[in-house]
T-cell receptor
Framework: NAGVTQTPKFRILKIGQSMTLQCTQD?????MYWYRQDPGMGLKLIYY???????DKGEVPNGYNVSRSTTEDFPLRLELAAPSQTSVYFC??????????????????FGPGTRLTVL | DQQVKQNSPSLSVQEGRISILNCDYT??????FLWYKKYPAEGPTFLIS?????DKNEDGRFTVFLNKSAKHLSLHIVPSQPGDSAVYFC??????????FGTGTRLKVLA
């Protein structure tokens, strides 16, 4: 059980280039998320998905696109990279369950992150 | 508009003593709160959570307290160990599957 995996670990892009950040989970979780973390800041939600074929915007979706064709995969696409997208990107997944039960099954499981630099 | 605030960017504590990390929130609709721990070059890992129907939840050395009237929660670590040195994030949810994170507090436990 590998949990949540992300590739690549590091990437340097030039302004205007495009790339896809890959995220895969093997826990059969319904919910998946993409966050970015800028230095000294918390995690900001980019996009999330409640199941295959269903995605929605988070707090900071501009400049990104996502798709969810399978339960396992939730790739994040950057079409025209900009220096403002320099950040560490985390993918997370969560099982279906009530948020008020107070058990660890309601929590998100994070991948190790992708450090992206746009020059 | 920062709905979840961690006003202390860093905290240093002697090994064996208590660490208290604080978190304030503004949205009274939040009903579920979590603490995550993050080591450098790793993703956050879940530590402990609390529902708004409780005011305390304990798991080993970690206890989270929730004061709904003050919109404040705190994480207590007793006794603190050097391995607890990490960045701690609090997060809140309002009965949905989306979470709002604070900016984090860097805890350093001195041996």
């Amino acid at each position: 059980n590998a949990g949540v995996t992300q590739t690549p670990k590091f990437r340097i892009l030039k302004i205007g280039q495009s790339m896809t950040l890959q995220c895969t989970q093997d826990m059969n979780h319904n919910y998946m998320y993409w966050y970015r973390q800028d230095p000294g800041m918390g995690l900001k939600l980019i996009y999330y998905s409640v199941g295959a074929g269903i995605t929605d915007k988070g707090e900071v979706p501009n400049g990104y696109n996502v798709s969810r064709s399978t339960t396992e995969d939730f790739p994040l696409r950057l079409e025209l990279a900009a220096p403002s997208q320099t950040s560490v990107y985390f993918c997370a997944s969560r099982p279906l369950g009530a948020t008020t039960s107070g058990t660890s099954t309601d929590t998100q499981y994070f991948g190790p992150g992708t450090r992206l630099t746009v020059l | 508009d920062q709905q979840v605030k961690q006003n202390s960017p860093s905290l240093s504590v002697q090994e064996g003593r208590i660490s208290i990390l604080n978190c304030d929130y503004t949205n009274s609709m939040f009903d579920y709160f979590l603490w995550y721990k993050k080591y450098p070059a790793e993703g956050p890992t879940f530590l402990i959570s609390i529902s708004s129907i409780k005011d305390k939840n304990e798991d080993g050395r970690f206890t989270v307290f929730l004061n709904k009237s003050a919109k404040h929660l705190s994480l207590h670590i007793v006794p603190s160990q050097p391995g607890d040195s990490a960045v701690y994030f609090c997060a809140a949810s309002s009965g949905t599957y989306k979470y709002i994170f604070g900016t984090g507090t860097r805890l350093k436990v001195l041996a």
